[in-house]
């Protein structure tokens, strides 16, 4: 079965912070309102409440922004009262504040100037958008060339660059018109925000797309999910026999493992078995007591996690399963929208109130950690330079080798290219600093293996929760006394230097379960 | 009367997939005004263009829960404007007839606002050059000119021109289709209890907002929530003699509850034949009977005494 564990209720994806002296200084305005990693759930839902209280934020503070310090600052939410007492005060402050909202509503303009304006082209039938002259700098995170060297927009990417105002959208007043003439100016209609709405086909879609535009506004790279994406498993032609005899083989052991835990149950709670063996020290005895606890075997290493994956590709299960639907990397400067690294995370979208939809079953969660395939973070903290590059596969070929051959094309270029160092650099800069081997077994036990992120929809207002499989059973949690004296001779000492009450509970690790 | 009522948007495709009914929405900033001062907020979903880089300050469109659309729509508040797909066919009709027409408006649109653009800038770039002390009609530069109309600000409106277009021809108020459409609504995204909820509350001038994230259906507001905290989580309506009420539940939703300072409510409807009505479909010609329940529901809240 499948343990799923951690289910961290996230108010939102952290914003990983970005070079640039404003924009760190607004992540901190941000990530000072998330910072909720560390604490207990009641601090959590506390958090959140802060959060509920932005749906009613002071919009006088951002009425005032104008054009050039907007990127700045974001205000921070106004005062609120407990509730009205029908006070003129409160009907003044009430009216202040719609005023200051609408006012700052209807002052957006949304567009750009004629000289750097971008056509967007919506093409119904492909349900996608042409863009006439591509240029600006969504060009290195969005939209693909085709064979004719048209660039095409999806349309989650039409519409969030539409509504941010750096393309101008447009559909063709006649189709049929002869196509040198089909793109003149004469041809094309503008449209308006609401009509991009409207050609939404499902609900889903359009909530898959408000959590896409939610991500992108915090700065990710979020791309949909394909199959031909950078993957973690090598093996896309798969060896029959090989699976064959480790299907084999794994159903063997599986069996032994089963019986061997109720063979063990069986002696344990034998009066005869203390006249076997004697317990002479606690460790001991919770070792054995161990081995009752059943739990769920999780992919620990690349290894395992490519076995794992090597089962659920050969026994591909039939039936209708929630497919992830996005790819989402931190903001980072040498994404390429070729040959993709791994993302960072990935995300299932789901409407809570969509009486059709329901959230992931059992048989859901285990078909979507099998589908996994991002740069499982787990694996960094087990060797700090892991290199993803060398174990993720494009087409079945190495990304490091696949980088090496687009950069011999590119020889033309002078600059020797800097890559995958930058991306280490990151990883080291988030790695929290303690790494003793408790702090390392609190986060196995806090943040568990494979792990994915499920926006929960409701109306509008998106939440994220964090999902991910857990292993509680084989990870030793109980206070070991170091056998060596002289480790026993300091402890013995620090004891000592403690005030006496401090007996039994002093060490931090002495906790059990 | 009719003119002044707040226009939502339902997009349909197809009326019999119920997976194509798209939840209701506002484009329109005045109709937001006036929902406000109902005390229906609503949750803006759009990019603010000018600080694109946030999720605080949103624009529209405005999105609606069920509940709230089906209320403004019995009081007679608002009206249903359904856009039906299939979106290909309805747009080129709209284009092959009025498509010119279209073009011209929009075209004239925009010239209009090129003119007023120019004027200004001109008139600003007079200002400048009369503070510096030049004379400003000597200064006629075609390069100035130029650099002006490269910069002209080109516009993308909240509202639609084309589809306004799809309801001529129409009856304006359709009874049945109104209904129909409801509890298509109801059907796919909540269930009438949970209306009759909201209902009750609102008559009690509560102010409600989408509650997932505290574990609820809603959240209650007192006043607008621009300026007031809001003090309940209300849970889905229960079957009020039929269900069970699970005491892990009700732990949990009380200690929550506790940490975001807000009340755990639970409601239900008292209404014996409800589970015999609740599936049947409302006519909106007799709105009464729906309206009148008010006074059937009745709720329980739950708070962590912290006692001892």
Known sequence: MADVGNITGKKSVKKPSKKSRNKTHKDNNITNELSNDNDDLIQQAADSDLEDDALGQDWSEIAKLNKKNAQLIIPKRGEKDYEPDGTNIQELLLYRAREAMFDALSNSARGGIVKNEVKAVYIPNKHSALVLNPKGTFLQTMGNVDNDDNFWLNFNEFLYLAERGTVIPYCLKLTSTSTDKLYEDDNLLPLGIEDIYAFFKTQHEMDQFSVFAHLKRLGFVVNRISAKDTTYYSNLKQNFLKSATHSVFKQITSLFISQKTNMFNALFYNPLHFKFIKYTSTPQIYRKLKHLIPHAWVPKNLYQLQDSKREFINQKSKGNFLELTYNVWKPQTNYKKKNTNLPDYQVLVYNKNDNKQHFPTNDDLKHIFASLNYKFEFLDEVDDEFEWDKHSYINGVSRSVVLKQTQKKKTNLSKPNIQSKPVKNQSKKFRPPSTTSHAKQMRRLKNGYRSFLLAVMDNGIISFLKISEADLGSEDVWYVPTTQSKIKKTQYQYKKRQSPKSNTTTDGTGKLV | ?308
């Open chain 2, 1 to 308: 009367m009719s003119e002044s009522k707040i226009c939502i948007k339902l997009v349909v495709h197809d009326l019999n997939d119920p997976e194509s009914v798209i939840c209701p929405m506002i484009f329109n900033l005045d109709d937001m005004v006036k929902l406000r001062r109902l005390g229906v907020c609503g949750i803006l979903a759009g990019t603010l263009p000018f600080a694109a880089q946030q999720n605080i300050f949103l624009t529209i469109p405005l999105k609606l829960m069920v509940e709230e659309t089906i209320w403004l729509v019995l009081n007679g508040y608002a009206e249903l404007q359904l856009i039906q797909g299939p979106m290909t066919s309805l747009m080129t009709n709209i284009l092959e007839t009025k498509g010119d027409e279209l073009f011209k408006l929009a075209r004239d649109k925009l010239l209009r606002s090129f003119d007023l653009q120019r004027q200004y800038k001109k008139e600003q770039h007079a200002l400048k050059l009369q503070k510096l002390g030049i004379d400003p009609a000597r200064d006629n530069s075609s390069a100035n000119n130029k650099l002006i109309e490269s910069s002209l600000f080109v516009e993308t409106p909240n509202d639609s021109l084309t589809l306004q277009y799809c309801h001529q021809g129409k009856s304006p108020i359709d009874p049945t289709l109104d209904s129909m459409l409801l509890n298509l609504l109801i059907s796919n995204y909540s269930n009438w209890n949970n209306y009759l909820l909201y209902q009750s509350l609102k008559s009690q001038n509560y102010v409600m907002s989408p509650g997932g994230r505290f574990g609820g259906l809603f959240i209650a507001y007192p006043g607008d929530p621009l300026r007031y905290h809001s003090h309940l989580t209300i849970d889905n309506a229960l079957d009020y003699y039929n269900d069970p009420i699970d005491f892990i539940s009700l732990t949990s939703g009380a200690r929550l509850g506790t940490a975001v300072k807000k009340l755990w409510v639970i409601g239900g409807v008292k209404d014996e034949n409800s589970s015999t009505n609740k599936a049947n479909d409302i006519q909106l010609n007799q709105p009464e009977t729906l309206l009148t329940k008010r006074n059937d529901t009745s709720f329980f809240s739950i708070e962590w005494a912290g006692f001892g």
